[in-house]
T-cell receptor
């Protein structure tokens, strides 16, 4: 079946540091890949997505590239801010059939200190 | 633009009681989902629905019941609550496309004593 593995947290960084959160996946065919973010006390919201190999998703300074050869979708940001403190989830949807369920990683807590 | 709402936001109940969590979306999305979020497990799918009157089990359906008589509503019922069902529950919806975003509600924090 499908699975997503993302790096264990928590991750603590100083403001303006470079961020990488690793995400690898196991899936058949060509899944769509997503990063969701959950700010304290809120529901999840889409951060970015990529729907085919070599696509790059980007939003709010975050980027991730769909690498089929390494089955990875690592999240990066060049300069984090305190407001980026949140839990980040990597996820995928099935590539076939009519089943659009999301499979999530366990989440990575990011804390950015001023 | 109300989006997707959940009620109640917080609920405390006792073991053995029936509890219903409500979810309502205003976009007429085809798909709706219920997840539970627990420390160390991330989000796990409980049930989902592809359209009104069509529901199917997810990863952890035991102890839960769903219905979807109208496109916009997707209630989740715990028929006899147990302590292991203490969790944060999220409802989500999406259109009928594999690449589409799922939109999440704000969550319901349920405590079973």
């Amino acid at each position: 079946g499908n699975s997503v593995t993302q790096m264990e947290g928590p991750v603590t960084l100083s403001e303006e540091a470079f961020l990488t959160i690793n995400c690898t996946y196991t899936a058949t065919g060509y899944p769509s890949l997503f990063w969701y973010v959950q700010y304290p006390g809120e529901g999840l919201q889409l951060l970015l997505k990529a729907t085919k190999a070599d696509d790059k998703g980007s939003n709010k300074g975050f980027e991730a590239t769909y690498r089929k050869e390494t089955t990875s979708f690592h999240l990066e940001k060049g300069s984090v801010q305190v407001s980026d403190s949140a839990v980040y989830f990597c996820a995928l949807t099935n590539s076939g059939g009519s089943n659009y369920k999301l499979t999530f990683g366990k989440g990575t807590l990011l804390t950015v200190n001023p | 633009d109300a989006g997707i709402t959940q009620s109640p936001r917080y609920k405390i109940t006792e073991t053995g009681r029936q509890v219903t969590l409500m979810c309502h979306q205003t976009w007429s999305h085809s798909y709706m989902f219920w997840y539970r979020q627990d420390l160390g497990h991330g989000l796990r799918l409980i049930y989902y629905s592809a359209a009104a009157d069509i529901t199917d089990k997810g990863e952890v359906p035991d102890g839960y019941v769903v219905s979807r008589s109208k496109t916009e509503n997707f209630p989740l019922t715990l028929e006899s609550a147990t302590r292991s069902q203490t969790s944060v529950y999220f409802c989500a919806s999406s259109r009928r496309e594999r690449t589409d975003t799922q939109y999440f509600g704000p969550g319901t924090r349920l405590t079973v004593l």
